[in-house]
């Protein structure tokens, strides 16, 4: 790289419809850009950090509130603000698995949950998902008695996706956390596309652990997100400093240890922060966002030899559809080969879907318009007629 200047302009939110899985939820609010701005420098947020020398203390601008407010809406206790999911994950495995414990998890989980089962020294074991992509409580007891057997120890903890990566699917949180319960395990729920797009209420739900992606679904810049406990816990994954050193006698005051002193700093907290206020207004119109992705998931259906892996009636935004029997087909003829699908679909204005995919693929509706369902129903169902595929 030579200079700035070439570095190219990101445009694709002006200029497009985006329904890229991962970066729906996650489009900066105005105030975001806003503050981003103002904030750009390093260490910005640090002009005013005082004694306890802490992030979730600082005043001006109002961190420390921040921190209290994320607590309250999710309904639990303690919050901090982390460099994205996986962060969070990380905290909690290293303070609560030993090496060679067994931790479970769900066959439809993230990585980053199996890399901060691994580097914790764990051993992950899957609950199975069922013949509709979804993972239930029955499947979490049978799973959770086997590792019992298998380890001769109860888990330490267990991972529980609120809505999956692959499927887009909503599971049974409370049904399964009630059966970890039963056996004292505490779980960790995975709301990395729930926090911020959907209603969440952590206890309501039972969790003792909720994480959520800021840049995937909070509406903040990368990497940053979330991570909240109930009071039990609080104290052992947010727990401060002991060390001192043996020649100097130096020590650090409350520094958190699994938050390796402080977390989100000048671009992100205060990217997460200005559009916090507009996050919490959004969640309301969920209903409206399953609707519009039931409508586009209809358009897809209407076109012969289309099919959808996630659960149906949709209850969430992203989807995974299969279409090997329909726009994969045409792929087989056509001299673009897979490309022709996001080919056409750019022409009419819309990205996201990866170039080349026509099997199986997925995308998210949320955050369009009306206007903008409208337009990716019509443009679906127009590539398929204009390639000789039957519509209903």
Not at 360 to 374: A, H, P, S, Y
Request: proline share 4%; charged share 25%.
């Amino acid at each position: 790289m030579k200079c700035a200047s070439d570095i190219e302009v990101r445009d694709v939110e002006e200029m497009y419809i985006n329904i890229d899985p991962i970066q729906a939820g996650g489009r900066l609010t105005a105030d975001a850009m806003k503050a981003v701005i103002a904030y750009a420098d390093g260490y910005s947020v640090c002009d005013n950090c005082r004694k306890p020398f802490r992030l979730d203390y600082i005043q001006k601008p109002p961190i420390a509130q921040f921190h209290a407010d994320l607590a309250r809406w999710l309904n639990m206790d303690t919050a901090r603000v982390v460099p994205g999911a996986r962060r969070g994950f990380q905290a909690v495995a290293s303070s609560l698995v030993e090496r060679g414990d067994p931790v479970i998890l769900t066959s439809l989980a993230h990585y980053t949950e199996y890399l901060a089962i691994e580097e914790a020294g764990g051993v992950p074991r899957e609950i199975p998902k069922d013949g509709s992509n979804r993972i239930t409580a029955d499947a979490a007891a049978e799973r959770i008695e086997a590792v019992i057997r298998e380890f001769s120890r109860t888990p330490p903890l267990l991972f529980l996706d609120h809505v999956d990566y692959q499927y887009g699917n909503v599971h049974d949180v409370a049904g399964i956390i009630k059966v970890a319960h039963q056996y004292d395990i505490p779980v960790l729920v995975n709301g990395a596309y729930t926090v911020g797009i959907m209603p969440v209420d952590g206890k309501a739900l039972g969790a003792d652990f909720l994480v959520g992606s800021g840049h995937k679904s909070m509406a903040a810049p990368a990497p940053s997100g979330v991570l909240a406990t109930v009071e039990e816990y609080a104290g052992k994954v947010f727990r401060t400093t002991e060390a001192r050193g043996d020649l100097t006698g130096r020590t650090f005051g409350i520094k958190e240890v699994e938050m390796m002193g402080c977390t989100l700093m000048g671009v992100t907290v205060v990217g997460m922060m200005a559009s916090f206020p507009h996050v919490q207004e959004r969640v309301k119109g969920w209903e409206t966002e399953v609707a519009h992705s039931q409508a586009v998931v209809d358009a897809l259906l209407s076109i012969e030899g289309t099919k959808v892996l996630s659960e149906y009636p949709r209850r969430h935004t992203l989807t995974r559809v299969d279409t090997r029997e329909s726009f994969d087909r045409v792929a087989q003829q056509h001299k673009k080969k897979g490309y022709f699908l996001s080919n056409d679909l750019k022409k009419r204005g819309v990205i996201g879907v990866i170039p080349g995919s026509t099997r199986v693929w997925k995308f998210n509706t949320f955050g369009l318009t009306e206007n903008q369902i409208r337009h990716l129903s019509e443009a679906f169902v127009e590539i398929a007629r204009d390639n000789g595929l039957n519509c209903l």
